[in-house]
């Protein structure tokens, strides 16, 4: 990985006073209640705290996957709910890299094609996608493994694709949802400091939720969210 020089820090997530229910029968049910937050370009952030907590919640909304309820949301500069669903489509599929608890890769298709799928879907050519998947397998410790399907990978490698696949169309922001909650210890730290890597050298935000307060140690500011609110913001 080539370094870049990322010294310029300014916003790239704004929200304010952001609510989000969940209507269950004839309850109301509050997922988030209030949510103030800022994130600068470039930053590493953990968001964490106790199952039920709005940390799913909270990362949907960042990577534009559900809507709020109410409140006031700004991504990479733009207004959320001034985006038309063509434009979030766009915004999200150029913009936002997703990492997912349980991978969600496609099981007919090698690793390769796994991370190939977003260029392809963005209009890129099979030679161009092949050419910056194949990049990106090296960039996570895979160049071994291309032609390798889903089911006959590690946990671990699975993430990796899973995080290669996210940065293959350069996003400007990763949002990755409880990356390690499938994962033992090791592959757990290893995930997270593979991200931290490619957060230092490409200059990309990471956003991940976690209920592991062993792996706050790696990164240098922490969200705690408790009951859909956040009640600690921490920078080390």
Known sequence: MKGIDFTETSPIITMRQVWKYYDLGANRIPALRGVDLMIDRGE????WGPSGSGKSTLCN?????????????????????????????????????????HFNLIPVLSALENIML???IQGISAKEAEKKATAWMREVGLGDYTEQRPDKLSGGQRQRVAIARAMVTDPSLVIADEPTANLDSENAR??????????????TTFIFSTHDQ???????????????MVVEDKRL
């Open 118 to 120: 977003p260029l392809q």
């Open 214 to 228: 062993r792996l706050l140690g790696r990164v240098r500011r922490h969200v705690q969210l408790l009951d859909g």
């Open 44 to 47: 590493f952030v953990a968001v």
């Open 61 to 101: 909304l960042m990577g534009l996957i559900d809507d709020a309820s109410d409140g006031y949301i700004e991504l990479v500069g733009r207004e959320v709910r001034q985006l038309s669903d063509d434009q979030m489509s766009e915004f999200r599929n150029k913009t936002i890299g997703i990492v997912f608890q």
């Open 190 to 203: 290893k995930i997270i400091d593979l991200m931290r890597e490619i957060n230092m050298l490409k200059g």
